[in-house]
Nanobody
């Protein structure tokens, strides 16, 4: 099981980025994929999560209405579309995978829930 996160970069406040999480070694069908981020000096926090089998999505309060998570199952890839970016969105973004059966609404935004992790991609929002 491998996850490859990409798409990070430097963007001005108000700009947009699309992150990708490419999975290999397993089909996404019965997994939940989460995006987490970690800013310097802060704990890793849950950003968004998608349940691949039914497409259900969840978002952290700070990114609701700005970020959109989606999946392209034939490419085994999950995307995080980030709009109206703010400086506080800066951080390393990680994608993670866990079997759906092990993920509940109460635990899906916790990094301890997920077993498989990608290497992270850096997002910097700055003018």
């Amino acid at each position: 099981v491998q996850l490859q996160a990409s798409g990070g970069g430097l963007v001005q406040p108000g700009g947009s980025l699309r992150l990708s999480c490419a999975a290999s070694g397993f089909p996404l069908d019965y997994y939940a994929i989460g995006w987490f981020r970690q800013a310097p000096g802060k704990e890793r926090e849950g950003v968004s999560c998608i349940s691949i089998s039914d497409g259900a999505t969840w978002y952290g309060d700070s990114v609701k209405e700005r970020f959109t998570i989606s999946s392209e199952n034939d490419k085994n890839t999950v995307y995080l579309e980030m709009n109206s970016l703010k400086p506080e969105d800066t951080g390393i973004y990680y994608c993670a995978a866990e079997e759906e059966i092990r993920v509940t609404p109460a635990t899906m935004m916790l990094f301890s829930t997920f077993t498989y992790w990608g290497q992270g991609t850096l997002v910097t929002v700055s003018s």
